[in-house]
Antibody, heavy 121, light 107 residues
Framework: EVQLVESGGGLVQPGRSLRLSCAASGFPFDDYAMHWVRQAPGKGLEWVSGISWNSGSTGFADSVKGRFTISRDNADNSLYLQMNSLRPEDTALYYC??????????????WGQGALVIVSS | DIQMTQSPSSLSASVGDRVTITCQASQDITHYLNWYQQKPGKAPKLLIYDASNLETGVPSRFSGSGSGTDFTFTISSLQPEDFATYFCQQFHNLPLTFGGGTKVEIK
């Protein structure tokens, strides 16, 4: 069974940084692309970033490009999201998400329970 | 960026009803479309991938169709556990984008 457990969320002041982590288990982590998807309170879903199986390619939403970086450690079955220059509009529940594909981004077939990030002074 | 327009944004239906939700892409995405269900306080769940493929373990009352720019998601006979919010998502281009969601409520 796919298990994705996020950590690292919390309350942070605007302009500061935060790093989210995701511990994956139950599947061969290095066989799949991975993503971060966020959901602001009471709002819809927004794809934030994705990374290919071998970290060879990454992608970002326009809203976070240049501020967020995504990385993974296949030896440790872990996914990360480094968030810099945080803004109040980054406040959301951040989901760690497994892709159903290895070589390209496709469908999201595994989701964590989310890490809440609140950006406020 | 590809915009995904989902309609309606909400609907009220009764158990046993046939429910249809549409999703329109701002450009041709061939069959690169997925559908998700989200219940309150829970993470989304994949129901349909590649426009019409039923995810393993998902009941057959759920179905998807369409290609190009126009897609349809159908629940053939609404069950009590189906009251939730449904989202479409395209993966033809980066950035990956979602529709705004359709909340299915009890009539």
């Amino acid at each position: 069974e796919v298990q994705l457990v996020e950590s690292g969320g919390g309350l942070v002041q605007p302009g500061r940084s935060l790093r989210l982590s995701c511990a994956a288990s139950g599947f061969p982590f290095d066989d799949y692309a991975m993503h971060w998807v966020r959901q602001a309170p009471g709002k819809g879903l927004e794809w934030v970033s994705g990374i290919s199986w071998n970290s060879g390619s990454t992608g970002f939403a326009d809203s976070v490009k240049g501020r967020f970086t995504i990385s993974r450690d296949n030896a440790d079955n872990s996914l990360y999201l480094q968030m810099n220059s945080l803004r109040p509009e980054d406040t959301a529940l951040y989901y760690c998400v497994k892709d159903g594909n290895k070589y390209r981004y496709g469908h999201f077939d595994g989701w964590g329970q989310g890490a809440l990030v609140i950006v406020s002074s | 960026d590809i915009q995904m327009t989902q309609s309606p944004s909400s609907l009220s239906a009764s158990v046993g009803d046939r429910v249809t939700i549409t999703c329109q892409a701002s450009q041709d995405i061939t069959h690169y479309l997925n559908w998700y269900q989200q219940k309150p306080g829970k993470a989304p769940k994949l129901l349909i991938y590649d426009a019409s493929n039923l995810e393993t373990g998902v009941p057959s009352r759920f179905s998807g169709s369409g290609s190009g720019t126009d897609f349809t998601f159908t629940i053939s006979s609404l069950q009590p556990e189906d009251f939730a919010t449904y989202f479409c998502q395209q993966f033809h281009n980066l950035p990956l984008t979602f529709g705004g969601g359709t909340k299915v409520e009890i009539k």
